[in-house]
């Protein structure tokens, strides 16, 4: 979402901040303020935002029942003692290691460019058609809903901190309202939207 801070003498809007939304069940849950005039380079700075950092383990190399070799780096979290949300986040209920003594753990196979088109596949399943349709209706949706809704059209702050802090009250805002309305329609439950068929 990109908004509008300041006017030139012309009388047309100066670009100022690019402001990103991560979502998960129509809340917002995090954002990003930054000074990109579009958003191709804005997901890995977002991504960096979280804080959190997961660190290169080792290479796991196994074989399919077919007899296909594959070849997975492994990344792992080591500060995960004492979080709230760990049981939510680390899956593997069958694992032998306690839950205490897991850390977040992340799998990428690098060879998985080589078959992208099998990507596809899970684009137009049911399911994938069901993620990208609530993509669109949640994370499109937050920013309809500031600029429509709650008629925000520039910040009133200057400064990176306070657009942040400015964004982030504007969220939190957003939220309380998303949640009233869940409360209302007894949607609270309810994590994704289904597809409508014509």
């Known amino acids: ?94 694992c032998k290691t306690p839950m205490e003594e897991r850390n977040k753990v992340l799998s990428v196979a690098k060879t998985f460019l080589k078959y992208r088109k099998k990507d596809l596949e899970r684009i137009v399943s049911e399911e994938g058609i069901l993620l990208c349709t609530n993509r669109s209706i949640q994370a499109e949706g937050s920013f309809g809903e500031l600029k429509q809704d709650m008629q925000f059209r520039r910040y009133l702050s200057r400064s990176t901190p306070n657009v942040l802090a400015e964004s982030v009250l504007l969220a939190m805002a957003g939220n309380v309202n998303k949640l009233h309305n869940k409360i209302q329609k007894g949607r609270t439950e309810r994590y994704l939207f289904p597809i409508k068929s014509a």
Request: aromatic fraction near 10%; include cysteine.
């Open 1 to 94: 979402m990109r908004m509008k801070e300041d006017a030139m003498g012309n009388g047309q809007l100066k670009p100022a901040y690019n402001l990103q939304h991560g979502e998960d069940a129509e809340y917002i849950v995090w954002l990003t303020i930054g000074p990109q005039p579009t958003d191709t380079t804005t997901l890995i700075p977002f991504l960096k935002e979280d804080g959190k950092k997961l660190s290169f383990a080792y290479v796991r190399r196994s074989k399919s029942k077919t007899g296909y070799a594959s070849e997975k780096s492994i990344y792992q979290y080591s500060e995960c003692k004492g979080c709230p949300y760990k049981k939510d986040c680390i899956k593997g209920n069958n």
